[in-house]
């Protein structure tokens, strides 16, 4: 009987680990990629909340209970495909500025289906430094991936909290290597 009730266990436990199943979306007409099964667009209200900027994204995804999201935003850049390596240390500069620590777990230009992107991998952190907050930095585990097409650049994020990462670590991967972009 201890056996049968060890085994069950272990059964459910490998079962709330498991990768989540993913399904093609068309983001655009001209790209598309590999996301979860449950995850859901955002709302305009809730892009407008979560993604302050005078660029709205192109397309927002999140997970069901809202912990887990993917965006993808495009804008018009002066560069052009060939300046993607150039541009690494600029985009890793300007994450640095963003938070208040960051570890890198990957940093790299990759070709993704013939394209390549600069891919930023890292564990984050963001403190409120206004002075009197007491509130612990906010801790989050991400991929971003920047991609010029023609003069638009595009920028392909994923975020989950840092407590998420061992579980949407591969999955987050097999995601942002999933982007397509028709010629």
């Known amino acids: 009987m201890r056996y049968l009730a060890f085994l069950v266990i272990i059964l459910l436990a490998g079962a709330a680990f498991a990768s989540p199943k993913l399904k ?4 655009s007409k001209t790209i598309s990629i590999l996301l979860p099964k449950d995850f859901s667009p955002m ?3 809730d892009i407008a909340r979560e993604y302050p900027a005078t660029t709205k994204p192109l397309a927002v995804f999140t997970s069901p209970d809202g912990n887990v999201d993917f965006s993808v935003t495009q804008k018009r850049t002066p560069f052009r495909e060939d300046d993607v390596d150039m541009l690494r240390e600029f985009y ?8 208040t620590n960051i570890d890198f777990i990957r940093q790299e230009v990759t070709e993704i289906k013939g394209r390549k992107f600069i ?6 952190s963001l403190a409120d430094q206004r002075g009197a907050s007491q509130l612990k930095p906010v801790q989050k ?15 392909y994020t994923l975020h989950a909290p840092f407590v998420l990462k061992n579980k949407w670590q591969e999955t ?3 995601i942002m290597g999933s982007v397509n972009i028709k010629k």
């Open 24 to 27: 093609k979306v068309n983001l």
């Open 43 to 45: 709302s305009d209200d």
């Open 92 to 99: 890793k500069a300007n994450l640095v500025e963003t938070f």
């Open 119 to 124: 891919v930023f991998e890292f564990v984050s």
């Open 141 to 155: 585990y991400s991929i971003i991936q920047y991609t010029i097409v023609g003069k638009q650049l595009q920028i």
């Open 172 to 174: 987050s991967r097999e």
